[in-house]
């Protein structure tokens, strides 16, 4: 007595037996992502099937190596700045800024002021 495959179970081989044997079907060129992986076709209703990629146990992500200065910059751009850090940060800036102002105005100031006296000093040397 042979066993008997139910009806679905009979479309399913059916099915999976045309679409490898299909040669109208575009030839890619290259690498595609369910090459060397196991792939099951379901037949729902209306015949229509459906290609279910089974995942593997193994990582396909292989590690990245990474120059130190590479890894550094990316670590530096992952960052993110929100709008206060922002706003600090300028304010930071511009108070640093008016601080390298104002000590650029005392030195001209002394300097002002030194060059005046050196002035008064030969006048009085000149003049006696």
């Excluded at 060397?36 to 290609?51: A, L, S, T």
Aim: net charge positive; hydrophobic share 30%.
């Amino acid at each position: 007595m042979a066993t008997q495959k139910p009806d679905k179970l009979q479309k399913i081989e059916k099915k999976s037996s045309t679409l490898k044997n299909n040669k109208n079907k575009p030839k890619i060129i290259g690498k595609r992502a369910t090459d060397g992986k196991e792939i099951i076709h379901v037949v729902e209703y209306d015949d229509k099937i459906r290609e279910l990629l089974v995942p593997s146990s193994e990582p396909t992500v292989y590690p990245a190596l990474l120059d130190i200065d590479e890894f550094e910059r990316i670590k530096q751009e992952a960052k993110v700045i929100t709008m206060q850090a922002r706003l600090n940060k300028l304010e930071e800036e511009d108070r640093e800024k008016n601080e390298q102002i104002q000590q650029c105005l005392a030195r001209k100031d002394e300097m002002r002021k030194s060059h005046k006296q050196s002035k008064d000093k030969e006048i009085q040397h000149v003049g006696v």
